[in-house]
């Protein structure tokens, strides 16, 4: 459909041009999850994904998820200052490969707040010239006004490239119906 075509390409320009948020959003039933996948099918091998399908984590969790992620093997009762030199040691690695580390969060607006800046003060990872890990939030209009808090300020203002889902039509429903039976 056009609208998710226009996202996906929005998703692609963002990510080819290293920008370090990306939000899409869209009430249920947009094809949020559906473009989420259609981007993990199109991005190569210049890109590592991690895929965050349950938000509902806390920081540490978080962490542990991306760690898992990344291919990261750790204890599970490793501290989280440790947890979190091997995961900027593993983007210093695969940046040195010439990866790109794209951060895919599903659900979004079911993250908490603590989770939310957890994940921001991730992204202050970086070198000299780019930012060592992306992050695209899917979620419905409520990511929105989360975002709007005055504690998740410095989050929203780094949201550089933001993109929302229209309904589909009943002639698209039809269609995407018929095609999936």
Same mark, same amino acid.
Do not use: W
């Given at each position: 459909? &056009? *609208?998710?075509?226009e996202?996906?390409?929005?998703?692609?320009? +963002? /990510? =080819?041009?290293?920008?370090?948020f990306?939000k899409v959003?869209?009430?249920?039933?947009?094809g949020?999850?559906?473009v989420?996948?259609? #981007?993990?099918? #199109?991005?190569?091998?210049?890109?590592?994904v991690a895929?965050?399908?349950?938000?509902? /984590? %806390?920081p540490? $969790?978080?962490? +542990?998820?991306?760690a898992?992620?990344?291919?990261?093997e750790f $204890? =599970?009762?490793?501290?989280?200052h440790?947890?979190? %030199?091997i @995961?900027?040691?593993? /983007? @210093?690695e /695969?940046?040195s490969?010439k990866?790109?580390?794209?951060?895919? @969060?599903? &659900?979004a607006? $079911?993250m908490?707040?603590?989770?939310?800046e +957890?994940? =921001?003060?991730?992204t202050n990872?970086?070198?000299?010239? !780019?930012k060592?890990?992306?992050?695209?939030? !899917?979620?419905?209009p409520?990511l929105d006004?989360k975002? *709007?808090q005055?504690?998740?300020?410095?989050?929203k203002?780094?949201?550089?490239?933001?993109y929302?889902?229209?309904?589909?039509?009943h002639?698209?429903v039809y269609?995407?119906v018929?095609h =999936?039976?």
């Amino acid at each position: 459909y &056009e *609208a998710h075509q226009e996202a996906l390409n929005v998703l692609l320009v +963002a /990510l =080819r041009s290293g920008e370090g948020f990306i939000k899409v959003t869209g009430e249920v039933g947009t094809g949020k999850t559906l473009v989420c996948r259609k #981007l993990m099918s #199109l991005l190569d091998e210049e890109f590592v994904v991690a895929y965050i399908p349950n938000p509902q /984590l %806390n920081p540490n $969790a978080l962490r +542990a998820a991306l760690a898992d992620e990344l291919g990261i093997e750790f $204890a =599970r009762n490793i501290g989280q200052h440790r947890l979190l %030199n091997i @995961i900027t040691k593993r /983007l @210093i690695e /695969l940046s040195s490969e010439k990866k790109r580390v794209v951060v895919l @969060i599903d &659900e979004a607006q $079911a993250m908490p707040e603590e989770t939310l800046e +957890a994940l =921001r003060l991730l992204t202050n990872l970086e070198t000299e010239k !780019f930012k060592l890990m992306q992050v695209v939030m !899917f979620g419905q209009p409520e990511l929105d006004q989360k975002l *709007a808090q005055p504690e998740l300020r410095q989050l929203k203002q780094r949201i550089t490239f933001s993109y929302s889902l229209s309904q589909m039509t009943h002639d698209q429903v039809y269609q995407y119906v018929r095609h =999936r039976v």
